[in-house]
């Protein structure tokens, strides 16, 4: 149903993909006629659909019409990174995140409460792209620490696993500490509320009656039934991660799904921009499903029912 | 804690700028480009950085020659040199060192292949309509090909070297041209210039080495790699931290000049590109296409906007000094470029006097001229992808302003702006056009009912005076200078300016020489003083 919305949703945008690709030198009818049999855009929607429905069941998503290869090959390519990208930022958001939150909600109303959710919130508030300008202004080109851009540097033939290991780690620190700025406020907010939720549960009272230490209650106690509400976060996050950081990808030429994605939505590129948002559909559909699965095992109420 | 992430990214610096031990740092370029490329296989390569890239892998018979016209229309390259059998028949003879970058020897099955397959339409969709006058390839011997064509025209030389890259017949003809671009040669090509194939990191970047045997000369480059970077901030940013020795297209926004200091080696290098910037007219009612447009139809409005607008300043305000008046299609660049009229001057007291002698007055005072209760009223559209463009578009909007002209300026996402270009739904369209060498290809964009011609300009005496000149075997200039006056004449467009491709680079290099149609084709000629890595 979702496939079906989004494949006629996207053919309805203005535009034709033939006009973008025949933008360098002019086509004749002829070809235009010639591409668009190759590319099925002479067919109705509706038999358009059902081919694509045909190769997708097999994993096939035909033909990019911008760059003539196959869909599946180029999402390949780029999903590494992405992956790379979008899981060091979830690992931020939810070890980073959590921990914050749970002091936060420790210190609740003092200075430290304060000084957190000040800066937690200035992050959710600032805008991707200017603060990894401001970041490569600040650590690439001014104190020249970090590299400005890509997700590797070229010329490193034969250099040994950790040399290319640090260069990309290298490159990953600008982007992820970029996005996981902007989006750690929400773990962060999420923990807090649910660990205040927590503090004020009779079982931790009770735990502290026994003379449980006061990390014993906190992490032992309070945490583990603050967190599956939090781990829902989880399921919002993945898709976003996995084509959301156009414009962080933008600024530090990080070649992930997010710019294939809008380059092939600016193209019109139906193929490929359909293989996208097919990987994007299943991002929330499995963030949803892990989020559920880890609720389970951490609340055995949820499992009960 | 702090202290300790510090010594952390100290060493990660260290330990990732540092060269690999043991091997000397190579002689590399790196240059940073906007584009992705994925393949630089001629018939496959779409892009023009692709096409850039693959004209350092993939010869030709010859190399273009500052002229499309005669038999000096190239210089040798695969051929070392040709001779006119008849007005249709011309005989090359292949430079026997001419190799392939697996060490098989260059022969004419090659030419004869490559040529059969960019002929054909189903495998070469752009190029195959450009070589329609070529009536015959044929091998004579291993070393000699013989081209003939339907008819005697003065491009015949041109046509046979410029548009056709030759192939590895002995690694591509086993390959269904289908499955070209999914083959193994496709991944790794194999081409016979003087750089080769060295690896693609997808979507990163994209290497090539030279080839130290090269039949003409041993480039002193070892090293070509071009960063797929597609914001320009990004590109500048690299290019001050070092990642990238060239940034390509720095300008606009000419604020970028003002950051090169920050890495004191860099210099600027422009050269005069192939691309002519220009207000389209629609000459047809942007509803229905077969009534004349209600204000652009008349030439006299066309002039009136033309002259009305301060081009000099607003390429300055957009280009710096990297731009220089256009008066006709033709770039100032491109051989013919010369053969242009002088670009007409600024004057807005003579484009307000145009306007009110063909009726257009401002008679209800609000600032806006008008003709039976029709306002001067125009659509300016323009692609908002393109910072200069969008920037000419507010400049020219409040120089109409000035003059009583109403311009609404309709930005608009690439794909949307040609899906309302080609059915002609605009009055004035910001276009962008990189021209061929040859002036012939101007025909596609300005010749009667031609597939690119989205102004629906038409006459007939400028297009037969193109086609005089496309057939002419001596002179063609009168011709061409006849077509070019015609054509400006008409203002189908108002003619902006030619902007400069501008390079950041390394200072340095010595014997720097730019190709104008193909600015790195000649880089394997550069000399290392003292520059390099």
Request: hydrophobic residues 45%; aromatic residues 8%; positive net charge.
């Amino acid at each position: 149903m979702a496939l079906a919305l989004l494949f006629f949703l996207i053919r309805s945008l203005p535009g034709d993909p033939l006009a973008v690709l025949s933008e360098d030198r002019p086509l004749t009818s002829e070809q235009v006629r010639d591409l668009q049999r190759r590319y099925q855009l002479d067919q109705p929607l509706g038999a358009q659909f059902t081919a694509f429905m045909g190769g997708a069941v097999r994993g096939d998503f035909g033909t990019s019409i911008q760059y003539g290869r196959p869909v599946r090959q180029l999402v390949l390519e780029r999903l590494p990174r992405t992956l790379l990208l979008g899981a060091t930022v979830l690992l931020i958001n939810f070890t980073l995140g959590l921990w914050l939150g749970v002091q936060q909600a420790l210190h609740r109303g003092r200075p430290l409460d304060r000084i957190l959710t000040t800066l937690s919130l200035t992050g959710y508030a600032t805008p991707s792209f200017w603060l990894g300008l401001m970041l490569v202004l600040v650590f690439a080109v001014r104190l020249h620490w970090l590299p400005a851009a890509g997700s590797q540097d070229p010329g490193l033939d034969g250099a040994g696993v950790l040399t290319v290991v640090l260069d990309r780690l290298r490159h990953l620190i600008l982007p992820a500490l970029t996005l996981a700025a902007v989006s750690i406020a929400s773990s962060m907010r999420y923990q807090r509320a649910a660990m205040l939720e927590a503090l004020r549960q009779p079982y931790v009272a009770a735990a502290r009656a026994r003379g449980l230490t006061e990390g014993q209650v906190t992490w032992g106690h309070a945490w583990r039934s603050a967190l599956p509400s939090v781990l829902t976060l989880f399921g919002l996050w993945l898709p976003i991660l996995v084509v959301g950081a156009v414009f962080v990808e933008q600024v530090f030429a990080w070649q992930g799904l997010g710019s294939l994605t809008a380059g092939a939505a600016a193209a019109r590129d139906y193929p490929l921009l359909m293989g996208t948002a097919v990987l994007a559909t299943a991002a929330v559909v499995t963030g949803s499903l892990v989020s559920d699965v880890l609720h389970a095992l951490l609340d055995p109420r949820a499992r009960a029912e | 804690m702090l202290r300790r992430c510090g010594r952390l990214l100290l060493l990660m610096t260290a330990c990732s700028a540092a060269p690999v031990a043991g091997q000397a740092a190579p002689r590399r370029l790196v240059i940073a480009i906007g584009q992705t490329v994925t393949n630089v296989v001629p018939t496959l390569s779409r892009s023009a950085a692709a096409r850039e890239i693959s004209d350092l892998v993939f010869l030709r018979l010859g190399r273009y020659g500052g002229t499309s016209f005669g038999d000096r229309a190239a210089v040798p390259e695969l051929a070392k040199g040709w001779t006119r059998r008849d007005s249709v028949t011309l005989a090359f003879d292949l430079d026997p060192r001419a190799r392939w970058h697996d060490g098989t020897p260059v022969t004419s099955r090659d030419v004869v292949f490559s040529f059969n397959r960019a002929r054909d339409p189903k495998q070469a969709v752009s190029v195959a309509s450009l070589l329609v006058d070529i009536a015959a390839v044929e091998a004579e011997g291993d070393n000699r090909v013989v081209i003939r064509f339907d008819r005697p025209y003065g491009e015949q030389l041109y046509d046979a070297t410029y548009h056709v890259q030759i192939l590895p017949a002995h690694l591509v003809a086993s390959i269904p041209p289908d499955s070209l671009v999914s083959s193994a040669f496709s991944r790794a090509p194999v081409g016979s210039g003087p750089y080769r194939w060295d690896k693609l990191e997808p979507t990163e970047y994209l290497q090539l080495r030279s080839v130290p045997g090269f039949f003409l000369g041993a480039p002193a480059i070892e090293q070509m790699v071009w960063r797929f970077t597609t914001s320009q901030e990004s590109r500048l940013n690299l290019l001050l931290t070092g990642g990238a020795d060239v940034q390509e297209d720095i300008i606009p926004p000419t604020a970028n000049l003002s950051r090169l200091p920050e890495r004191p080696s860099l210099r600027v290098a422009h050269l005069p590109s192939m691309g002519v910037n220009y207000l389209l007219f629609n000459q047809r009612a942007p509803a229905d296409t077969s009534r004349p447009h209600p204000i652009l139809a008349d030439m006299d409005v066309r002039r009136a906007l033309t002259i009305g607008l301060d081009r000099a300043t607003m390429a300055k305000a957009v280009f710096g000094r990297y731009a220089s008046p256009a008066s006709s299609p033709a770039p100032p660049a491109a051989w013919f470029g010369a053969l242009a009229p002088q670009p007409v001057a600024f004057d807005p007291t003579q484009a307000a006097r145009l306007l009110a002698s063909r009726g257009w007055r401002d008679s209800d005072g609000d600032g806006v001229l008008d003709r039976n209760g029709i306002p001067l009223a125009l659509t300016l559209l323009v692609p908002s992808s393109s910072v200069s463009r969008m920037q000419v578009a507010l400049v020219v909007q409040e120089q109409w302003r000035q003059l009583g002209v109403k311009a609404e300026v309709v930005p608009l996402e690439i794909a949307q702006y040609l899906a309302r270009r080609k059915p002609g739904d605009f009055d004035v369209a910001i276009e962008s056009f990189t021209a061929d060498p040859s002036p012939w290809s101007l025909l596609d964009r300005w010749g009667c009912g031609a597939e690119a011609n989205y102004g629906r300009y038409c006459s007939r005496t400028a297009d037969s005076l193109l086609r005089a000149a496309h057939l002419a075997r001596r002179d063609p200039a009168p011709a061409i200078r006849a077509w070019l006056r015609t054509v400006a004449e008409d203002f189908p467009a108002a003619f902006l300016f030619a902007p400069d491709k501008v390079y950041a680079m390394p200072s340095g290099y010595g014997n720097v020489t730019w190709q104008v149609e193909s600015p790195w084709q000649m880089v394997w000629t550069w000399t290392l003083a003292g520059a390099g890595r």
